[in-house]
């Protein structure tokens, strides 16, 4: 790889670090990167999980020093995504390639779709504790099966299920997701290495930039994204679903 695509992955992994960890959705942009730099589907998705991995630990740690924090919680709902994640991911490495890039293509079409649907405004809504809701836990496991299969837009499912069903404070939403998504990814991501599914150079170039990323988006207030920022993702992600269909 040269210093042209490093320097292209690291920006495509900042870029989406600070997505993931904002809303959701930063898969969108790193997976097509990865098999536009000729990775087949499976490998592209294995790899794309180093990024989250570490993504997800520079996320937490910045939710930490800001005293946004509540482990116990964290792992009460992580656990239940686990064996959903463990079978997506078995059920990831195995797929074809062709139909694999098919599903992520649909799958963007959805993500362009969702960022036009009406969000929350961040500010307070919700309690930091939530509310009791027993079908929290079928949705985490659900979302897990989603999140180890693909992960494109996994974090959408985490707030939709987090704030809808426990009508939770969204920046407990936000800190609760990446700590449930770092829990999930570590069997999910063992799975596509023992598989040999992962590009070890393009992996950690991608991680140190959603690490960065992520990073910053942690400290930063949810409001919403700008109009004109959806729109060019959103005709960007459309573009990539319609080269990976075949259309382009």
């Known amino acids: 790889m040269d210093l042209v695509h490093t320097g ?3 920006l495509v992994g900042a870029t989406a670090g600070f997505i993931n ?25 294995g790899t794309n999980r180093i990024g989250i991995f570490i993504q997800n630990i520079f996320a937490i740690l ?10 116990r919680r964290s792992l009460q709902l992580a656990v239940f995504t686990l064996p959903g994640a463990i079978l997506g991911a078995l059920v ?16 963007m079409v959805g993500i362009v779709l969702s960022l036009f649907a009406p969000t929350p405004s ?7 504790t939530g509310r009791a809701n027993p ?10 099966f989603y999140g180890g299969f693909v992960q494109v837009g996994v ?29 999930y990814t570590l069997p999910a991501l063992l799975i596509f290495i ?17 690490a960065t990323g992520a990073w910053f988006s942690a400290r930063v207030a949810v409001r919403g994204g700008d109009r004109v920022i959806r729109t060019v993702l959103a005709v960007a992600i459309l573009l990539m679903a319609a080269r990976l269909l075949g259309a382009v």
């Open 8 to 10: 292209l992955l690291f």
């Open 92 to 107: 990831a490495v195995r797929i074809s390639d062709l139909w694999f890039q098919r599903i992520l293509a649909i799958i």
């Open 21 to 45: 960890v904002m809303a959701g959705g930063g898969s969108s942009i790193t997976l097509p990167a990865l098999i536009f730099l000729g990775l087949d589907g499976a490998t592209a998705n």
């Open 194 to 210: 023992l598989s040999g599914k992962v590009n070890w150079l393009y992996g950690f170039t991608l991680a140190a930039g959603n």
């Open 62 to 71: 910045s939710f930490r020093q800001q005293q946004v924090k509540d482990v």
């Open 122 to 128: 961040v500010a307070t809504q919700g309690s930091p």
């Open 155 to 183: 974090g959408f499912l985490f707030m939709a299920a987090l704030y809808h069903l426990l009508k939770m404070n969204l920046v407990y939403v936000n800190m609760h997701k990446v700590f449930i998504v770092f829990i």
């Open 135 to 144: 079908w929290i836990y079928p949705a985490l496991v659900g979302v897990g």
